[in-house]
């Protein structure tokens, strides 16, 4: 499985094209079962980039319990 050991596209690309895949919103866990099949990203790089895309203004990241997060793409105004 050469695909799982290099990465071919950004994973924040990954995460993205995933959210749209879903319609605009998915649960962290849910998006880290999708991107896993693709990449070998770990869950706390699947963080990371989820926190560069907030900070970029491209997801908006929602806390609904302690270790449960929804994922949504951000509004383009």
Do not use: H
Not at 17 to 39: C, H, P
Request: proline share 1%; aromatic share 8%; charged share 40%.
């Amino acid at each position: 499985m050469f695909f799982k050991t290099w990465r071919n596209l950004p994973l924040e690309y990954l995460i993205l094209e995933e959210l749209e895949r879903r319609g605009g919103r998915a649960k962290d866990s849910e998006l880290y079962e999708a991107v896993s099949r693709r990449t070998s990203a770990t869950f706390i790089e699947l963080l990371k980039a989820l926190m560069k895309l907030e900070m970029q203004g491209l997801v908006e990241v929602i806390v609904i319990k302690e270790d449960i997060r929804e994922v949504r793409l951000a509004k383009k105004d």
